[in-house]
């Protein structure tokens, strides 16, 4: 059905060939069409009713309009100079155009669409008009004007056609490129701001301060291999007065190494803050360990329970 309505949409518009007396009316023509058929799509698309068949139609359009122009420049200064003229240059301009689509199917129809049109003015409408000449300006004429040219002509439509379709195609495969590495850069750019959003967390979790004992005097510095690390210390206050000093190394680096460690850290936190002797929360924190670490990671772990007032 949609064929038959395209068909019969450039059956009009070369029929509308035979009402353009004048040059002037010719470019009224042609603006007012090309500008309602450009308005029209702005409209669906504003909308949200373009159809992808849409880019289809539109090439078979641009190709039509050209035909169009060429029938009608027939009409006006003649066949001999509308075969000459920028007509057939037109024809190779919307094929060139149309690989700027990336699609390749659709560069291989505007050749193939273009090809067939201009062979096809030339058949029905053009070739009955040339008026060819005795003697060796026949030849001539014959031979700009005649069939091995047009022929010459369509086919190099359709070899434009093949390239722009080759062209799209590269084009698509390179764009495609360019996206993969664009969202892989994404990816990498979100890890990484992932990365230093956890290693600000890990900072806070060591202590920025010390206790101030007067029989102690303890200094402290932190600064792991990698943006995040598995190594954790504290001075932790219990509710007698007594303080819990822990250093803990989780075995290896990076991000599973840290959250070994946090998960280390909670617990200390929690236990600490209860009434639970020293060896029962050592032994608590073996047993997480156990179940939740993978990869044969291990913790060394030292703690000392340090009272300052005894």
């Known amino acids: 059905m949609s064929i038959c309505v395209v ?35 702005s409209l669906l698309i504003h909308r949200g009713y373009y159809h992808r068949s849409l880019k289809y139609i539109n090439i078979m359009f641009q190709v039509s309009m050209v035909s169009f122009f060429l029938l009608v420049t027939a009409k006006i200064m003649g066949v001999k100079f509308a075969l000459s003229s920028v007509a057939p240059l037109f024809y190779i301009i919307v094929i060139s ?17 273009a090809a067939g049109q201009f062979l096809g003015v030339y058949v029905f409408w053009l070739h009955d008009q040339i008026n ?6 026949f ?13 010459l002509r369509s086919l190099i439509f359709m070899i434009m056609g093949t390239v722009a379709m080759y062209m799209a195609r590269k084009s698509r495969s390179l764009l495609e490129t360019v996206v993969v590495q664009v ?3 994404e990816q990498l750019n979100f890890v990484q701001q992932d990365i230093k ?34 190594d954790y210390f504290d001075f932790i206050k219990r509710g007698n007065g007594d303080y819990f000093i822990v250093i803990a190394d989780v075995s290896g680096k990076g991000f599973s190494a840290a959250m070994v460690m946090s998960n280390i850290q909670a617990i200390v936190q929690i236990l600490t803050n209860q009434d639970i002797a020293m060896n029962k929360i050592v032994e608590i924190l073996n047993q997480s ?22």
């Not at 060819?132 to 300006?137: A, R, V, W």
């Open 97 to 113: 155009v149309s690989s700027l689509t990336l699609n390749p199917f659709l560069c291989l129809l505007a050749g193939g669409f």
């Open 289 to 310: 360990v156990c179940k939740t670490s993978a990869g044969g990671r291990f913790v060394t772990f030292v703690c000392i329970e340090f009272a300052p007032t005894k």
């Open 197 to 230: 959003q956890a290693a600000e967390i890990q900072e806070k979790l060591i202590p920025n301060s010390k206790p101030d004992f007067e029989m102690l005097e303890i200094e402290s510095y932190y600064q792991p291999s990698e943006l995040v690390g598995g």
């Open 7 to 41: 068909l019969i949409y450039i059956l009009a518009l070369f029929q509308a060939a035979d009402l353009v007396v004048s040059y002037q009316n010719f470019l009224h023509t042609i603006a007012i069409i090309m500008l309602t058929w450009f308005i029209g799509n």
């Open 132 to 137: 060819y000449t005795q003697g060796n300006e």
């Open 183 to 185: 969202r892989y850069e």
């Open 139 to 151: 030849v001539v004429e014959q031979s700009l004007y005649g069939w091995v040219s047009i022929a």
